[in-house]
């Protein structure tokens, strides 16, 4: 077996097929090629960029700066997604976090502002992951984890552990786990020093 020279049937130019190609399309159960190795790889470009360029065509020639351009804008665009799906969560908690401890310290005159947030964050935090399982029963946007383990940080353990066991949810996740006990050191501590500026009062 020896190698062949064979004509592209796209930009008329001869290319070399090998015998050790020859072999492997033989093995394979392929076709004879048709198309020279640039010709392949410029389809190839065009396969994996179809769809994500806007007014693609299979007429339009796409380079590589092209092909690069569109995956930077496809990555900058996911960003920005992410970005707002934060924003309007972080939104959320905080939202009803304050809206919550203000009715709570209105209406129950003997709290006082720190009590009346500990029960706020406590309960919005519960609520939040009764949600995120919901949402992850119907398919659709979930509350981003890093949120979930906010909630924590900012001395929601109790919420968030009731809302982890009545609800089912996030308890077999071994990199949330790391990050939700991690947090709930964090929270400790948070308390201890709280705790310890009440008894000096």
């Keep these: 077996m020896s190698d062949q020279t064979i004509q592209c049937v796209e930009c008329g130019n ?91 310290w209105f209406l129950i005159t003997w709290l006082d502002e720190f009590q009346s947030y500990l029960i706020a964050i406590n309960l919005v935090a519960f609520l939040m992951y009764g949600l995120d399982k919901l949402l992850s029963k119907l398919d659709t946007q979930r509350v981003p984890e890093r949120i979930l383990i906010i909630s924590v940080f900012f001395l929601g353990f109790i919420g968030t552990e009731l809302g982890r066991r009545v609800f089912h949810h996030k308890t077999k996740d071994i990199e949330f786990r790391k990050a939700y006990w991690a947090a709930f050191i964090v929270e400790s501590i948070l308390m201890l020093g709280y705790l310890v500026l009440v008894i000096r009062r």
Excluded at 32 to 55: F, V
Excluded at 74 to 91: A, E, H
């Design 14 to 104: 001869p290319f070399t097929w090998s015998a050790g190609e020859q072999q492997f399309y033989r093995e394979k159960g392929l076709a004879q090629p048709k198309h020279c190795p640039e010709c392949r790889s410029h389809r190839r470009a065009e396969r994996i960029t179809r769809g994500l360029t806007p007014g693609w065509s299979r007429t339009s020639k796409l380079s590589l700066p092209d092909l690069t351009q569109s995956s930077t804008r496809r990555i900058d665009d996911g960003n920005s997604d992410r970005l707002k799906t934060y924003i309007f969560w972080s939104v959320l908690l905080v939202g009803a976090t304050v809206a919550t401890a203000v009715s709570l």
